[in-house]
């Protein structure tokens, strides 16, 4: 018997993500323009606020803007999860670009692990930050067996403290039967996004940089003197010595380059009712972050106060709306969640994560622009880790070299800016899903 979707959905349900009851968006109206910065960056999330801090601290004078309330994009609509984020394993790396590149990549996804938990401590962030762990779930023996190899062939230098879970112990993680074991990731981290974006942004303001939002860039075009850049926006015109382009999934036909090599996937996310911290900590009694091995992801994990569960994932082959979108999460949540049939979502939201084709971050200058971009689907730590290595680069300092910068930032034929492969690569990721393969 099919269930009412509706009664899936509370009666005041908010079409806005959990994290902004905590860290509600500013209603502060902009302030006005500068004529002209050393630096304007574009995009106010993670990636723009962190290079910020970086060049302000440097002494430059520096500008971000955005088009919607600081950090109104992913930065505050993701799920809060850590890791490493390098997606190309490390053969498929190697075969590509040669074994000392493979292991420099990955080295930037440790780096960015460890160096996000130092960030954190050192710039006093109150964001629920924690080294929790994160379940890696198997959703067939054979993505077990695959999980138990790969954890014995970690490349020597790069081992990651991480141990199997058998399905017979399956349960001191996660209270399902529905996964085949898994891997416990122990350095994999935790913490509230909008918080986090919160204190960053509050760095960024007390260390000089003025972030302006409601504020479009229209257009960026090099000065008379070709000394600098003049920046167009719907609320007037800025020159800058440096562009910095930090918009990700949210990139835009602003820079034509950018848009064709990094391309927009929408991740939805649900929040459960309060379901008492007894009941919610008992789904997932390790308070682990918890992943699987389907190609089309799922996310969640309890909310910090251990009495909700958050659970994020694509539902669909094209883009849809909050009220569509959480009667399949829900779905999605109940097939590992029986027990949570009959909760009803409180909140239900959406966001755009910037994805590659080669699925890993780029970061450089192209044509006098800087940029760094494409975290695909794990930007938390990669993001602002890039983002201040950015900084660095635009500052003219070695420290901010990365092997990422090196490698060619690539596009595929006859896209720009609209994936219309997306929708038949979902769906044929969904089917492999169903076969287990």
Same mark, same amino acid.
């Given at each position: 018997?099919?269930?009412?979707?509706?009664?899936?959905l509370s009666s005041d349900?908010?079409?806005h993500?959990? +994290?902004?009851?905590? #860290?509600?968006?500013?209603?502060?109206?902009?302030?006005?323009?500068?004529?002209?910065?050393?630096v304007?960056i574009v995009?106010?999330?993670y990636t723009?606020?962190c290079?910020?801090l970086?060049?302000?601290?440097?002494g430059?004078?520096?500008l971000?803007i955005?088009?919607a309330?600081p950090?109104?994009? /992913?930065?505050?609509?993701n799920g809060?999860?850590?890791?490493t984020g390098?997606?190309?394993?490390?053969a498929a790396?190697e075969k590509?670009?040669?074994?000392?590149t493979?292991y420099?990549v990955h080295?930037?996804?440790?780096?960015a692990?460890?160096?996000?938990?130092?960030f954190i401590?050192e710039?006093?962030?109150?964001c629920?930050?924690r080294v929790c762990g994160?379940f890696?779930?198997?959703h #067939?023996?054979?993505?077990y067996d695959k999980?138990?190899?790969?954890?014995?062939?970690q490349?020597?230098?790069l081992?990651?403290?991480?141990?199997l879970?058998p399905r017979?112990?399956?349960?001191?993680?996660?209270d #399902?039967d529905?996964?085949?074991?898994?891997?416990v990731? /122990?350095?994999h981290?935790?913490l509230d996004?909008?918080?986090?974006?919160?204190?960053?942004?509050g760095r960024?303001?007390? $260390?000089?940089v003025?972030?302006?939002?409601?504020?479009r860039?229209?257009?960026?075009?090099r000065s008379?003197d070709?000394?600098?850049f003049?920046?167009?926006?719907?609320r007037g015109r800025?020159?800058?010595?440096?562009?910095?382009?930090?918009t990700?999934g949210y990139t835009s036909r602003?820079?034509? +380059?950018?848009q064709r090599?990094?391309?927009?996937?929408?991740?939805?996310?649900i929040?459960?009712?309060?379901?008492?911290?007894?009941?919610?900590?008992?789904?997932i009694?390790?308070n682990?972050m918890?992943?699987d091995?389907?190609?089309?992801v799922?996310?969640?994990?309890?909310?910090?106060?251990g009495r909700r569960?958050?659970?994020?994932?694509r539902? $669909?082959?094209s883009?849809?709306?909050?009220?569509?979108?959480?009667p399949r999460?829900?779905?999605?949540?109940?097939t590992?969640?029986?027990?949570?049939?009959d909760?009803?979502?409180?909140h239900s939201?959406?966001g755009?994560v910037g994805? #590659?084709?080669?699925?890993m971050?780029?970061?450089? /200058?192209h044509?006098?622009?800087?940029y760094?971009?494409?975290?695909?689907g794990?930007g938390?730590a990669?993001s602002s880790y890039?983002?201040?290595?950015l900084?660095q680069?635009?500052?003219?300092?070695?420290e901010?070299r990365s092997?990422?910068?090196?490698l060619?930032?690539r596009?595929?034929?006859?896209?720009y800016?609209?994936?219309w492969?997306l929708?038949? $690569?979902v769906? +044929?990721?969904g089917?492999?899903d169903?076969?287990g393969?």
């Open positions: 018997m099919k269930r009412d979707s509706s009664r899936l349900l908010r079409e993500p959990f +994290w902004w009851e905590r #860290t509600p968006r500013s209603k502060e109206d902009p302030p006005e323009l500068p004529e002209s910065v050393d304007l995009g106010s999330g723009g606020l290079a910020a970086q060049t302000a601290r440097g430059r004078s520096t971000v955005d088009a309330e950090g109104w994009g /992913c930065s505050s609509r809060g999860q850590i890791g390098i997606k190309p394993d490390f790396l590509e670009h040669g074994r000392e493979a420099e080295r930037e996804g440790q780096r692990l460890s160096w996000i938990g130092e401590r710039e006093n962030i109150d629920d930050y994160r890696f779930g198997a #067939t023996p054979r993505h999980l138990a190899r790969k954890l014995e062939s490349p020597p230098g081992e990651m403290e991480a141990f879970v017979a112990d399956q349960s001191r993680e996660i #399902t529905f996964y085949h074991g898994g891997v990731q /122990c350095q981290a935790a996004p909008a918080a986090y974006h919160h204190g960053i942004l960024a303001k007390e $260390s000089g003025s972030v302006v939002g409601h504020t860039a229209t257009t960026i075009e008379g070709r000394t600098g003049v920046v167009e926006t719907d800025v020159r800058a010595g440096e562009v910095v382009i930090a990700s602003l820079t034509p +380059w950018q090599r990094v391309f927009p996937i929408g991740t939805y996310m929040a459960t009712e309060d379901l008492g911290e007894t009941a919610a900590r008992s789904l009694p390790g682990r918890i992943v091995t389907r190609r089309i799922v996310y969640y994990r309890l909310s910090p106060d569960i958050l659970f994020g994932g539902v $669909s082959l883009e849809t709306n909050p009220r569509v979108s959480a999460l829900h779905d999605h949540m109940t590992i969640f029986p027990q949570l049939r909760a009803q979502v409180s939201w959406m755009f994805w #590659t084709f080669q699925h971050p780029h970061l450089g /200058c044509d006098g622009i800087w760094s971009m494409g975290y695909c794990s938390v990669l890039f983002g201040t290595r900084g680069q635009v500052l003219g300092r070695e901010g092997v990422l910068s090196d060619p930032f596009t595929r034929p006859l896209y800016g609209k994936p492969f929708s038949a $690569s769906g +044929w990721y089917f492999l169903r076969l393969i």
